[in-house]
Structure formats: C-alpha cells, structure tokens
C-alpha cells in the first residue's frame, strides 16, 4: 500500500466527480488496466486483495486472459460495435453464444432462458411471467379470452384488467431496486422510503443460529414458525382476493445480511407453494457459483427445479431461467430494446467454459473451507467478531456494532484488502471464483493484523 484509501489521486477525481454526481458510495478510483487477477489496482498505485468482487459479480478476477482473448478475437469484433435490439434481428451468432454460454449451465429441467439488462429487470420482469402465466391458467380453465372490460380497465390502472395479484417475499429480501421489485426488497428502509409500493405479503424470514450444524433443532423450529406464518400468509391472501402467484426467495439472503435457511426450509417453500398454485422463484443473481455449486439451490435436495432461476452478477450477463410452459401467451410481453447484450455473452461464454476447464467450483469449495475455518479461529479470539458463517466463499461475520463494522472495513482497505459490508453488522466476503486457498490466507491475515490492532 502507498496511500490510505481512497489516496490523493482518488480523491482528486472525486472532486471532480462530485461536481456531475453523486459520490458518496465511491471507495475509490480503480485502474482497471493494471488490475489483475484478484488484485485491484487503484489510481494510487495502491494494490489491494479483492474480496468484494465489485458487489459479488466479478467472475474470474480482473483481465483474465480467456475473457481478454474473446473480446480482442477480430472475428467478434462486430458484436462489440454493433448493439442490437434482440428481440428484432439478433446476431446469426445468438443461438450458438446461447448455449455456450448460459445454457451450458442451466438448472437441472429449466430449458428456458430470457436475457435482460440487470438484476432487478431479470426480476422484475419473472414477476411479470409469474401474472401472465396466473391469468393465462385463470382463462383458459374459464374457457373466455381476454374482454373489453378489461382491456379498458388496465389503461387506467384499475381492475380487472390490472389485477389483485400479489408476490410473496421475506424479511430482510433484496430483489433489486425498480419499482416493482422495490415492493419485494425489504433490507434498509433507505432503498424504499418514500416511494410508492405495492400491498404485498411478506413472511419472516428465518434467523438462525450459527454454526448451523449445531443448532439444528433451535433452528428447525424457527424454520417451523416461518413457514407456519407462509402458509397463512398464502391462505389469507386467497381470501382477500389478492391471491400469491409467485413466492420469491434467495437462497442465501445476501444484502440482508447473509442470513442462511437450511434445505429443509427451501424444500417445504417449494411445496407450499406448489400446493397452492404459486410459482416458486428462486432470485440466484449473487448466488452462481460462488457457493462451490453452480446455482446454491443444488444443495438443497428440491423435489424439482425452481419454476424460474434469475441470474446476473458473476455470469455477466442477466435474465431467467424458466420451466416450459411459462412463456407468456403473446409476443411483446416480455421485451425491450437490448434485451440484453451480446457481447456479453461473449463473456459469459469464455467465463463458463473456463470455470468448467479448470474446475473453479472445486477451488471455490477449498477457498471457501479455508476462509471459513478463519473467520471462525478469529472470531474466537476476538470476541467482537460472531455467527461466521458461508457456503464456498460467500462468506461472513457479524461485528458487535455498525461502529465496529465501518472502522473494520476502512482498516481492511488501508491495509490492502477490499471488502465491503452488509445488513447492519456484517462483513461480507464475496471474492472471485479464481480466489485460492492462498488468497484466503492472505485475507486472513489482514484481517488478523487489523483485529488485533482494534482490540487494543
Ligand atoms: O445497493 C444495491 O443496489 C445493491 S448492493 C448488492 C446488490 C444491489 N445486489 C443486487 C441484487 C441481488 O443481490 C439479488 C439477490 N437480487 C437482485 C439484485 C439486483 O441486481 P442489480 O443490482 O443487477 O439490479
């Protein structure tokens, strides 16, 4: 390290920056040409271990030479300059980039996949599909198609043509940030407040306790208690008249503090909503790979695929999987411009092929055994640290106090690594799949060095 973070040069260009707009989420000013591997480089000249992964959605570490080699192939060039609107006149090249790409990696059954623009649009419209497909059903039992009435109704946002249809989500759920998703996201009010939402149900979501392998049966009673809660949340919503369509869930909640629920909830969330003619939406857009599966919900022993998988971050590109059969009853339902980016595909494809090449699962489970078994050896040491907890790398600690937790993140950057917080308390690590057991190592003892200069 030459500097503290953010250095002189950083800070220089926050002035600037903060003429234009808003800098107060800006750590520092990277060069991203010097940045290699899982070292960012900012324009200090300081070098710094990354372990927050630009919000948990760097792949393969900073210029990987795959991914570099994709982008400079002249023969792809045209894909670079050319943005389409793929839903128009995609590239001859789309079918093929498909399926190297995100079909090579799909969930177990789900043979569908739509590309969008981020998380949140990946999200926000599987909700959409969650309707269509709720009033195509509706319809078609009833043997009517759509009328007037409707039609007229839904111009003015009223019923029945805008429907009393609602989405389940949970306590401490990150969805994203539009406005429909908005309604399911339900971390810090700082992300809501002051906009309009739609009346949809939440459920708690469980909070367990750390280890969970020692905890099972505490824990499975909380699990009990949540889904108790989810099943009359399901059946008083049907009674209102404002039916569930769609439960939503992490399988990690990753913005709300790494908060971890066991196979056995997820599995009953499924038949619960099953049951009840719900479909279940599995949101993985911080969850591929990172957790040493390819989609954490593998781990879960689910009697079937989720109805829809949302993706994004660490594959590159956005968008859902989905079951056949949920593809809305008319075109133009589910569209826009870009509909997502070829190029990126590109990406994703050089990202996938190297992550099955060079087994980086494998190498995320072992990283991630070494980070875990760290982060608890520290926090028995130092008792402001409690509840470490992960699956592959997607680890995290919670400190005593936000206090803590923001003086822990800037001693980390100062002394070279970067990570970043969340919930009220947490540290979070959520590193590249190309992180070895070495870097964790490294990590740890950073971390070590600034614990034990914050416990004096
Ligand atoms: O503050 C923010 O807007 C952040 S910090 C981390 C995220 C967003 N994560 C995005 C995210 C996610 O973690 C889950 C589980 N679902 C959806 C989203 C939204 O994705 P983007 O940000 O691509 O729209």
Request: proline share 6%; net charge neutral; charged share 20%.
């Amino acid at each position: 390290m030459k500097t503290t973070v953010p250095g002189p040069k950083s800070l220089e260009l926050l002035g600037a920056m903060d003429k234009i707009q808003e800098t107060r989420t800006v750590h520092m000013f990277v060069d991203y040409q010097k940045s290699q591997g899982n070292y960012v480089v900012d324009v200090d000249g300081n070098q710094l271990l990354d372990v927050c992964g630009q919000i948990a959605s760097n792949t393969l570490g900073y210029n990987y030479p795959d991914v570099v080699g994709a982008l400079k192939d002249p023969e792809n060039l045209h894909l670079l300059v050319n943005r389409p609107a793929l839903g128009l006149a995609p590239p001859a090249e789309f079918v093929s980039l498909l399926k190297t790409s995100l079909l090579s990696v799909s969930p177990r059954g789900l043979n569908q996949v739509m590309t969008m623009m981020c998380g949140s649009c990946a999200n926000e419209n599987s909700i959409k599909v969650a309707f269509f497909h709720y009033k195509r059903l509706q319809r078609e039992q009833a043997g009517i198609d759509v009328t007037d009435v409707e039609a007229e109704s839904t111009m003015k946002n009223q019923v029945p043509g805008s429907p009393r249809l609602s989405v389940l989500s949970f306590t401490g759920a990150f969805h994203g940030r539009t406005l429909g998703c908005l309604s399911l996201t339900r971390s810090k009010p700082v992300h809501k407040l002051d906009v309009p939402a739609f009346d949809w149900p939440v459920a708690p979501f469980p909070q367990l306790r750390y280890p969970l392998e020692e905890n099972e049966r505490e824990n499975r009673q909380e699990e009990d208690r949540c889904l108790e809660q989810v099943t009359d949340i399901m059946k008083v919503w049907s009674d209102r008249n404002c039916p569930v369509v769609c439960i939503c869930v992490e399988p990690i909640q990753a913005e709300g503090g790494d908060r971890h629920a066991s196979p056995y909830f997820f599995q009953q969330l499924q038949r619960i909503a099953k049951q009840s003619g719900a479909l279940f939406m599995v949101d993985e857009v911080q969850t591929f790979g990172v957790t040493g599966h390819m989609w954490a919900h593998e781990a879960f022993g689910l009697d079937e695929s989720p109805d829809i998988v949302t993706f994004a971050k660490k594959l590159q590109v956005t968008g859902a999987y989905m079951k056949d059969g949920l593809r809305p009853d008319k075109p133009y339902r589910i569209f826009n411009t870009w509909l997502g980016d070829p190029s990126k595909l590109l990406v994703a494809s050089a990202v996938v092929k190297v992550i099955q090449r060079d087994n980086l699962l494998q190498m995320t489970r072992k990283a991630g055994e070494v980070l875990l078994a760290g982060l608890k050896e520290l926090q028995a040491k130092y008792p402001f640290l409690s509840a470490a907890r992960g699956a592959g790398t997607f680890c995290a600690v919670d400190c005593d106090s936000t206090l803590r937790q923001a003086s822990l993140l800037q001693a980390l950057l100062n002394k070279g690594a970067y990570t970043i917080g969340c919930g009220e308390k947490t540290i979070r690590l959520r590193p590249s799949l190309t992180f070895q057991p070495h870097h964790a190592n490294i990590f740890l003892n950073i971390f070590e060095s600034v614990l034990s200069e914050q416990s004096h």
